[in-house]
């Protein structure tokens, strides 16, 4: 498997990990671009090695900018804190999940959750520019553990647009702007890569070598695009949300409806 690697190879491991950080950092989605990478370069591998191989490549952009993040902006601890430990666990069920249920149903009605969205979001002018986050309390708590669940299982059983998702809902269900919402979602991000990686590594569906390469790329895209974020706020954070959820659309409805 890792044999015979040309240039050309290496550049395109390379240069789609550093994409991949950089988008993810900012709305998320970076496994539409890390995912075809690893798939054309290991056109013959079994698909669950390259999705351990991503997830391993990941965690580290996602925890790097979840750092950066942590640094500019203050985390609500008391929001983020119960939807991350319910992602971990929701996760692991969600990729052991998928070792035994099939996921075409979900893959059809998926790019119809995503129109959705994004219909949503061009409609309310306003939505993720102002920060006025809902007050804590127990409500707000279980709808945090509630988020984190849902999302979890979901990365961990079928996984594009996780990140998104969770940025979609942190704006809408808890007043978040578009940057913060960004922020508190890498928190729980780390916890649906690490998850999942912990399951794929157990069963040995990790190209470790290829994977910590890729980790190194994927930490420099993140660190300049959470430093996009924090730069230029929250217009720029919600053009490209709507950028990523086009292209999620266009490639959701083709694998789910026209892919052979």
Do not use: E
Not at 29 to 53: D, E, Q, W
Not at 246 to 260: H, Q, S, W
């Amino acid at each position: 498997m890792l044999m015979g690697w040309s240039l050309t190879d290496l550049l395109m491991l390379a240069g789609g990990a550093f994409l991949a950080g950089l988008v993810d950092a900012v709305v998320g989605g970076g496994g539409l671009i890390s995912v075809p990478t690893l798939f054309a370069v290991f056109p013959n591998a079994a698909p669950p090695l390259l999705f351990g191989t991503n997830k391993m490549a990941n965690i580290w952009g996602t925890a790097s900018a979840a750092m950066r993040y942590s640094r500019g902006i203050q985390l609500r601890w008391a929001l983020v804190l119960p939807a991350t430990v319910a992602a971990f666990v929701f996760s692991f069920c969600g990729a052991y999940a998928v070792t035994h249920v099939p996921a075409d149903i979900l893959r059809k009605v998926l790019p119809f959750v995503l129109v959705a969205v994004a219909i949503y979001t061009l409609r309310k002018k306003d939505f993720g520019t102002v920060h006025a986050p809902v007050k804590g309390g127990a409500g707000v708590t279980l709808m945090a553990i509630a988020v984190g669940s849902v999302i979890g299982f979901y990365d961990g059983f079928f996984g594009p647009g996780a990140g998104s998702f969770l940025v979609f809902l942190f704006v809408r269900l808890f007043g978040q702007d578009f940057v913060n919402a960004s922020a508190s979602s890498k928190i729980v991000n780390v916890a649906t890569n690490l998850a999942a990686l912990l399951l794929f590594g157990m069963s040995g569906h990790v190209l470790w070598l290829v994977g910590a390469g890729m980790a190194i790329m994927n930490v420099v895209g993140s660190l300049v695009g959470s430093r996009l974020a924090l730069k230029h706020g929250v217009g720029f954070v919600r053009r490209m949300f709507l950028g990523v959820l086009a292209v999620l659309i266009v490639k959701t409805g083709y694998d789910a409806f026209l892919r052979g």
